[in-house]
């Protein structure tokens, strides 16, 4: 079968009878498609959609060796009537983009990407959990193919999409490990572009967090050790005395695009004052001390809105209350548009019919 754009191979033996999507973890079972197109001196070929299948590349091939490798993470739902649908997409578009110049990389094609991802979703939708906390993972991914060994933007990429029926990220409230001593970014550096380079830096201090019963770090500046930035796979957000304070987007994190829907969800829906500023570890630990600090949680594509539980570490403890109105309010709200059971204030959502 042929697109007009897509060499189009349909799988001959799909493996959706074989899994139960009633009860998914994240990242582990991917669904029977994939999209995949190499780009060499800046001509794309013609992407491919073919059955999920492994690569066979180069040993010297570059992204092994210095990591010239971007990505991004969205989720397609099914709507109540059934219908597949997209959330804000484009975003995710430009954000790759926006990674991929940042790493010396050629920039994806908005109708590949857009485009591809449709073709993807329709040719999968059976793989689509039917619950309100389940969806399709989406990862595109972009990462240099040239076989050289000397330290160069690559000349050539290959540019994939797969996609996961998933669960939440975390099925329990989080516990989030306090360190002044690993940093994820810092000013200058890529913290900000959705590299692979910046999940590795993280497994260090994650390591660590794990072996202390946590489930995250809760990475500080990188210079005084002092704000507060992100937890690595969602942005935070605290409600002090009923406000939404949120980390500015300084270069050090990433641009959620929930991070920025919750934002704008909590200033014109929801009729809530949302400061983006910095806000540091003694800051919240006094909050919470003098009783003003209601409630913490995190926001991120896969993470959806994730309730913090408790922050420890490195002389802090602080334990969060178990009742999360507004929390509860930006889940309900998001949800809601995204299986269209809310009008769409934004445009934000795209009916694959
Ligand atoms: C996402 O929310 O899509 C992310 O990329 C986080 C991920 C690393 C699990």
Redesign the pocket.
């Known amino acids: 079968m042929t697109h007009s754009k897509f060499r189009i191979r349909p799988t001959a033996t799909s493996r959706l009878g074989e899994v139960d999507l009633s009860d998914i973890p ?2 582990r079972l991917y669904s029977d498609h994939m999209l995949s197109v190499d780009c060499s001196d800046g001509e794309w070929g013609v992407p491919e959609i073919g059955p999920f299948s492994n690569f066979s590349l180069h040993p010297a091939t570059s992204v092994f060796h210095y990591a010239q490798a971007i ?5 397609a739902y099914r709507a109540d009537d059934g219908v597949p649908v997209l959330f804000r997409s484009r975003e995710n578009w430009r954000r790759m983009n926006r990674s991929a110049h940042r790493m010396v990389m050629t920039p994806v094609p908005e109708d590949l990407f857009l485009d591809g991802i449709r073709e993807l979703v329709r040719l999968d939708r059976g793989w689509i959990p039917d619950n309100a906390t389940g969806a399709l ?1 989406i ?1 595109p991914f972009l990462f240099a193919t040239d076989p050289y060994i000397g330290v160069h933007p690559s000349k050539d990429y290959k540019f994939c999409i797969f996609t996961a029926p998933v669960g939440p ?1 975390y099925t329990k409230p989080v516990t989030l490990y306090v360190t002044r001593r690993w940093i994820r970014a810092a000013p200058g550096g890529i913290g900000e572009a ?1 590299a692979a380079g910046n ?1 590795s830096a993280s497994l260090y201090g994650m390591q660590e967090a794990e072996a202390h019963g946590c489930d995250q770090v809760l990475w500080l500046d990188a210079i005084e050790h002092r704000f507060i930035e992100e937890c ?3 942005n935070m957000m605290f409600v002090i005395g009923g406000r939404v304070i949120t980390p500015p987007l300084g270069g050090t994190i ?1 641009p ?1 695009v ?1 991070r920025d829907s919750a934002i704008r969800l909590f200033r014109e829906q929801l009729d809530v004052e949302v400061e983006e500023r910095p806000i540091s570890l003694e800051e919240v630990v006094a909050c919470h001390e003098e009783g003003t600090l209601e409630e913490c949680f995190g926001v ?4 959806i809105v994730s309730r913090v539980a408790r922050l420890t570490g490195d002389g802090v403890e602080v334990n969060l209350p178990e009742e999360c109105p507004l929390q509860d309010r930006l889940r309900d709200t998001i949800t809601d548009i995204r299986l269209c059971r809310a009008p769409d204030p934004y445009g934000w959502v795209e009916r694959l019919d």
């Not at 990505?71 to 989720?75: A, I, Q, S």
């Not at 991120?300 to 993470?303: S, Y």
């Open positions: 994240f990242g990505f991004e993470g969205m989720k993972y990862r990220y959705k999940y690595g796979t969602m990433l959620g929930t991120g594509t896969a993470a």
